[in-house]
């Protein structure tokens, strides 16, 4: 059975961090294009990390604050997230998709879905 999942997610304050894990099963993340997507209260999924054959797409909403790690013998894709804002308060997923290709962006179609797990950030 092909699947993701995440976990790690939670509850801090400002300026705090977190780190998110998708771990899969039944593929190899390491040769799959990979995502990180989140839902902000009453808003639409959106990409905010997307890897498609080596092409790193990251949101201006991100960049210099969350990076992406990955562990290919645990199949396990990291999201660091530091210096966390109440605006990044979200549902966060990860996505997966065994099929490649040049991509700039998220874009694109995802076989794979994680339940999406919550982050809060509050004081």
């Known amino acids: 059975q092909f699947q993701v999942a995440e976990s790690g997610g939670g509850s801090v304050r400002p300026g705090e961090s977190l780190r998110l894990s998708c771990k899969a099963s039944g593929f190899s993340l390491e040769d799959s294009a990979i995502a990180w997507f989140r839902r902000l209260p009453g808003q639409e999924r959106e990409g905010i990390l997307c890897?498609?054959?080596?092409?790193?797409y990251i949101d201006d909403s991100i960049k210099g604050r969350f990076t992406i790690d990955r562990d290919n013998v645990g199949n396990v894709v990291y999201l660091q997230m530091n210096a966390l804002r109440p605006e990044d308060t979200a549902v966060y997923y990860c996505a997966a998709d065994r099929t490649v290709f040049p991509l700039y962006g998220c874009n694109r179609g995802y076989d794979y879905w994680g339940q999406g797990t919550q982050v809060t950030v509050s004081s």
């Open positions: 890897i498609n054959k080596g092409i790193i």
